[in-house]
Structure formats: C-alpha cells, structure tokens
C-alpha cells in the first residue's frame, strides 16, 4: 500500500496534503499498488471527509491521545503501528515543517530512509520508481531508487505538484485506525504555542504572493509593494538581499535557504531570477515578473513578464485594483 499521510489542524486541512495525493496518484501508476490517505489528530473525521473525494482506495483516521497536543514522539509512537497496519510498500507526506520534524525519527524507528524534498517521480527499471531530488541549492538534480524492503519513506517538495492535478474519484470509504501506545514514549511536554507564531507567516498556505527584490532601492520603497500586497489581498515576500538588509523579517525570504512557496499569484518586482530564487517559486501556477531588465532570468519562467521599472508600473497597477 502507498499511504499519504495528511497533515490537518482541528479539521482543516494543510493543502499540500492534495500535493502529495498528486504525487501518490502517480506513483501508484508506476508500481501497480494502491493508495491510501492516513490522517492523524484531532479532528481528523472532518479532514478525513474532505479527502474522501480524492481517487484513493481508501482514508484512514487515526485519534488518539498520543497524537494531541503534536509531540514528535506522539506522532512517532502512534503512526509505526498504524502503517504496519496499513500495511505501508510507500510512506509519503508534504514537505512541511512538521513533517520535517517527526518524520526522520519515524523512518528511523523503523530502520528505513527517507528521500526529502522529492519534486518529481521517474522510472527506473520495470516498476522501479526514482525519485528526483536538488542537490546543491538545485544546482543538481539526483534520481534516488530506495533500496531493500520498505516502507520507503519519501517527502514532497511543496508545489511541485499541483493540489488540482489531485484526480478526484468519488467516495472513498473511510475507517478509523486505532492503536495502543505507551504513554511514558512521550518525552516532550510542548508548551503553549509561540505567541509570535499567530502573526509568523507560513508563505506556503498563501494563494497570492507580492515578492520585492533588490530594485526596490531601498527600504522606504517597501511600502510601495505593501500597497498592491494590500490591493490583491496577498503576503508580501521578498528575495534574500532584502531579507538579510533586514527591510522585511526572514520569515518572508523565498528560495533555497527561505521559504518554498507555490502561490496561484506570484507578482516578482525587481528580482532577477538567481536560481536559490527560483527554487522556492517555481511551483506557483502564475508568475508575473516586472524588471527593467529584458535579460533578466526571471522572464525565463514568468507566465506574464512587464519591462519597466517597478515604480511606475506598480503605482498604476494599484490605481487600476482598486477601481
Ligand atoms: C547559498 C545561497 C543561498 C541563497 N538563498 C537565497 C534564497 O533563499 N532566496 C533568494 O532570493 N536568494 C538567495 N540567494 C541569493 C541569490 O543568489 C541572489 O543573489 C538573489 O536572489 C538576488 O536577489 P534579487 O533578485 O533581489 O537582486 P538582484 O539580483 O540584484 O536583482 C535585482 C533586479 O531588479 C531589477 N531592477 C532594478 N531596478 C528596477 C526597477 N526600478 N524596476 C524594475 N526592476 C528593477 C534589476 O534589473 C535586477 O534584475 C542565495 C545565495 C547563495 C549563495
């Protein structure tokens, strides 16, 4: 079995969780095994519903103590039964940051690896898949084949498939997993959640993204983008230049050592295009770029590219927003 382990909040569902049903869809194709949607946590019923529209064979819910509030040893503890139940071939999951924590230490309870930050899936010999993976701030990209028995641990790079390329196929049946887990597992006592995390952007839930690069001059001139932002209803982000020149808080910086972003919208004003840039955006489905440079890289992969300087060209555009 493939399972797609879904990441939700109290029923609401992260979307790239759609991503990696995408990308299990796929890998379905290619090694003849079907797939399955496991959702752990509270409120897992309610996302587990939503996903029941998914072309899958299957959704499983997975509530239990253990699992609330998120602890990685909870998530650990909790999930090793539930996927030999499940019996998992393949685990998948969205590259997210929680992901990123309990995931290693799960592929590593159970003595298996974990290929990370997957963004497309090859074949490699009769119904072997390679996954494809940047190496060197996506200067490279390798072909990984896990090797031996699984389950293969594999995560998806966010935007590198697309929540609406997700076949929809009915309804699946959805049944509750339930599992025993041994309380003294969990070490961690979380405490409330950062109260600065309220106001800390997670760029890669954002549908429309106003990215500012270096030819915004200087930070005074920030305001300029906060304004179409505003206009379009999107978060502002920005290249790293402007992030380290401290204009705007790192959480906001897009590429290889920021944020991976895959907006419906991504308006990019005066940034070239380096490829640690490019990394973090090429997943959005729309990219506009203006630059006055017509040899900019950016316009390589903008859907609309606008020659000009940003100064007169952003002015209007807010002038015609908001008639
Ligand atoms: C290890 C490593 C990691 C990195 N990680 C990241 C990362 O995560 N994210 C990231 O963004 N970068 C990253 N970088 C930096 C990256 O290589 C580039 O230096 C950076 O992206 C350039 O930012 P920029 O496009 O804003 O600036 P520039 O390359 O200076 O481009 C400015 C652009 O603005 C245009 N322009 C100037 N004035 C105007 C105007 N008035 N109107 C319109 N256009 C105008 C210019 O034509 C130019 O194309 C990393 C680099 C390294 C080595």
């Not at 194709?29 to 998914?54: I, S």
Request: net charge negative; proline share 6%; with cysteine.
């Amino acid at each position: 079995m493939i399972v797609v382990i879904a990441e939700q909040r109290d029923g609401t569902l992260n979307r790239a969780t759609w991503e990696t049903i995408a990308a299990a869809q796929q890998l379905a194709g290619v090694v003849g095994t079907p797939a399955t949607v496991l959702v752990p946590g509270a409120g897992a019923a309610a996302a587990a519903n939503e996903l029941a529209a998914a072309d899958v064979q299957g959704v499983a819910t997975l509530e239990h103590t253990a699992l609330e509030p998120y602890t990685p040893d909870g998530f650990t503890a909790a999930l090793q039964p539930a996927l030999a139940e499940l019996q998992a071939a393949y685990v998948l999951l969205p590259h997210t940051y929680q992901t990123r924590d309990f995931a290693p230490k799960l592929a590593a309870r159970m003595d298996r690896a974990i290929i990370t930050d997957v963004t497309g899936i090859k074949t490699a010999g009769a119904s072997d898949p390679a996954f494809v993976r940047p190496m060197f701030q996506g200067k490279l990209t390798a072909d990984v084949v896990p090797q031996g028995s699984g389950p293969h641990f594999v995560t998806f790079q966010i935007g590198a498939y697309r929540a609406d390329q997700a076949k929809k196929g009915g309804a699946a049946a959805i049944r509750a997993l339930s599992v025993t887990v041994d309380a003294s597992a969990i070490r961690e006592k979380p405490e409330a959640p950062f109260q600065q995390a309220k106001q800390a952007v997670d760029l890669s839930q954002a549908e429309r993204i106003v990215s500012v690069g270096r030819g915004i001059k200087e930070e005074a001139n920030i305001g300029v983008a906060r304004r179409l932002a505003d206009a379009l209803g999107a978060e502002i982000a920005a290249s790293r230049p402007i992030c380290d020149a401290g204009w705007l808080p790192m959480e906001r910086q897009v590429g290889s050592s920021g944020q991976t972003v895959a907006p419906k919208l991504y308006l990019a004003l005066g940034i070239s295009g380096a490829i640690q840039h490019l990394v973090g955006m090429k997943g959005s489905s729309t990219v506009v770029a203006i630059n006055k440079d017509p040899d900019a890289p950016i316009f390589e992969i903008a859907d609309y590219g606008i020659i000009g300087d940003l100064f007169e060209i952003v002015p209007a555009m807010i002038e015609a927003l908001k008639q």
